[in-house]
């Protein structure tokens, strides 16, 4: 159920790569530092406790240098279809604003994964910012995914 004056993100893409993998991409942290956040970011630590209750974080660098952190702990954990977590953007715990809430589903289809996103709990400002930036963060696991499929042996 919706609170009052709360803002949710949906957001839907296909991807060319097996949902196991793309399962793996999000809790694996050597996979997750190689991919997530938005184009121009680069993940420069990164912890991911992928068990319920556990923690994920991450420490960016924006191309612009200057420094974001996220992160969160796990409430949902099922392999390989679905994950939820929370949202945070203050790694001191002295937050301004509530804690948001992400559901991420993967669906196999025939030769691809659907990624399904739902960001709640969201403010005005704060929906605008994450529909740009989980639709940038699935570009690059789009890419990133790309990347990782083998050509196959060519001789």
């Known amino acids: 159920m919706r609170e009052p004056g709360e803002k ?3 957001l839907q893409r296909v991807i060319a790569a097996d949902r196991d993998f793309l399962f793996s991409a999000w809790v694996d942290p050597a996979l997750f ?3 997530f956040g938005p184009k121009a ?3 420069e630590r990164c912890e991911v406790d992928a068990q319920v209750g556990g923690a994920w974080r991450a420490w960016f660098r924006r191309g612009d240098g200057s420094e974001v952190y996220a992160g969160g702990s796990y409430l ?3 392999p390989p279809s679905r994950l939820a977590f929370t949202w ?3 790694p001191a715990g002295s937050r301004h604003e509530p804690v948001s809430v992400v559901t991420v589903t993967f669906n196999q ?3 691809d994964t659907e990624i399904t996103i739902v960001h709640r709990k969201l403010g005005s400002a704060q929906a ?3 529909d740009v930036g989980w639709t940038n963060t699935l ?3 789009a890419a990133f995914a790309a990347a990782r499929i083998p050509t196959g042996d060519l001789s």
């Open 139 to 141: 570009d690059s696991l």
């Open 128 to 130: 605008v910012d994450m």
């Open 8 to 10: 949710v993100v949906t």
């Open 76 to 78: 949902e954990i099922e």
């Open 109 to 111: 289809t025939a030769a």
């Open 88 to 90: 945070d953007l203050d």
């Open 33 to 35: 530092a190689q991919w």
């Open 41 to 43: 970011w680069r993940v």
